[in-house]
Every structure is written in structure tokens, then in C-alpha cells.
């Protein structure tokens, strides 16, 4: 059982960075995938950003070269850095855990509750 806890939402300005945490509990967590989903109002919830247990990375084409996805298994715990923030990339954002590769599918065995990332113009 993985329990995770997302952190580092707010608001920002179009422009803007900001750095979202997901603590994991549990001693497993260096063998799992992760993944950075996000989902706005009135869409699909989407994988935004991924790293196997291996440092494997994905990112979504519309974030290459913005964010930028890591973890530290020391500390149980995944961090998405994002940086030139847009409008468009408002949403509520998950962290997510899964035994096996990277995929881009909703389906992760483990989900946080979500924070919040509003970017304003």
C-alpha cells in the first residue's frame, strides 16, 4: 500500500514557476513509477509527466522543454518543476504510483488528492 500527498499548488502569474512535491509513504517507493496527471474543468484527466524506476522520463509534448519531472528515493518523494507557466496549464494536479513501466494511461494503482495550480494572464 502507497499512500502519497501532493504539495506546492497556488497561483501564478502566466510567466511564472512553480514546484509541486508528492511525498510517498512506505519502503516501496524506489520501485515504482510515477506520474504527474492533471486534470482542468470539463476534461480528461491527463499524464502530464512520468519517471520509472529506473529515471526513465515522459514528458507531454505540450510541457517538453517547461517542466521537468524527478525523485529522490532517499526522501520517498517526486517534485515536477514548472516553469514559464500558461493559462492553459491550469488544473488540478495528481501524483500517481504504479508497479511496472510508464504508461500513459489513467490506469496507476495509487492517487493522491490533488492540488491546485492556477496560472493567471
Known amino acids: 500500500q502507497v499512500q502519497l500527498v501532493e504539495s506546492g499548488g497556488g497561483l501564478v502569474q502566466a510567466g511564472g514557476s512553480l514546484r509541486l512535491s508528492c511525498a510517498a509513504s512506505?519502503?516501496?517507493?524506489?520501485?515504482?513509477?510515477m506520474g504527474w496527471f492533471r486534470q482542468a474543468p470539463g476534461k480528461e484527466r491527463e499524464l502530464v509527466a512520468a519517471?520509472?524506476?529506473?529515471?526513465?522520463?515522459y514528458y507531454r509534448d505540450s510541457v517538453k522543454g517547461r517542466f521537468t519531472i524527478s525523485r529522490d528515493n532517499a526522501k520517498n518523494t517526486m517534485y515536477l518543476q514548472m516553469n514559464s507557466l500558461k493559462p492553459e496549464d491550469t488544473a488540478v494536479y495528481y501524483c500517481?504510483?504504479?508497479?511496472?513501466?510508464?504508461?500513459?494511461?489513467?490506469?496507476?494503482?495509487?492517487w493522491g488528492q490533488g492540488t491546485q495550480v492556477t496560472v493567471s494572464s
Open positions: 512506505g519502503r516501496t517507493f524506489s520501485s515504482y513509477t
Open positions: 500517481a504510483a504504479k508497479a511496472g513501466s510508464i504508461t500513459l494511461s489513467v490506469f496507476y494503482d495509487y
Open positions: 519517471i520509472s524506476a529506473g529515471g526513465t522520463t
